[in-house]
């Protein structure tokens, strides 16, 4: 007589476990890189955004014959943002980049002609000189 032996196909519980560990161990590898990434990345832009309004203020002065001291408006820069008619950046910290008056104002302070533009948020403007 037959002897019925039935093994079921699947996994145990100490292979699901281990599989659940070494995922949870590569994610607490991953996810701190990624965070370091981004934040890097975004004080890239926003470093890149004050030197295209350093740019477009430089312009701005020479076209229009500006000395050291004036100091130009949102409007006055923004033929010369971008290609040309573009929208004014907005810090990828602080919020969307809609390119309102609102989100620029919020995030950067334009300041004179011989002045570098500041980050209202704390980047310091010396990595502007950094990445010229």
């Known amino acids: 007589m037959k002897t019925k032996t039935s093994r079921k196909a699947g996994f145990t519980l100490v292979e699901i476990m281990i599989v659940v560990a070494i995922i949870g161990l590569l ?3 991953a996810i701190p890189s990624f965070v370091h990434a981004r934040s890097t990345s ?3 832009t926003c470093i890149n955004n004050l030197r295209q309004i350093d740019g477009a203020k430089q312009r701005w002065a020479m076209e229009n014959g500006k ?3 004036d100091m130009p408006v949102d409007a006055d820069i923004l033929p010369y943002i971008g290609h040309g008619g573009g929208a004014l950046p907005s810090c990828p ?3 969307p980049p809609d390119g309102s008056t609102a989100a620029f104002d919020a ?3 334009i300041n004179d002609v011989s002045s570098a533009p500041t ?5 310091d403007p010396n990595y502007l000189h950094q990445l010229n």
């Open 67 to 69: 000395t050291g001291t």
């Open 42 to 44: 975004q004080m890239n």
């Open 119 to 123: 980050c209202r948020l704390g980047i």
């Open 93 to 95: 910290l602080w919020g």
């Open 27 to 29: 994610a607490a590898i």
């Open 107 to 109: 995030s950067y302070k």
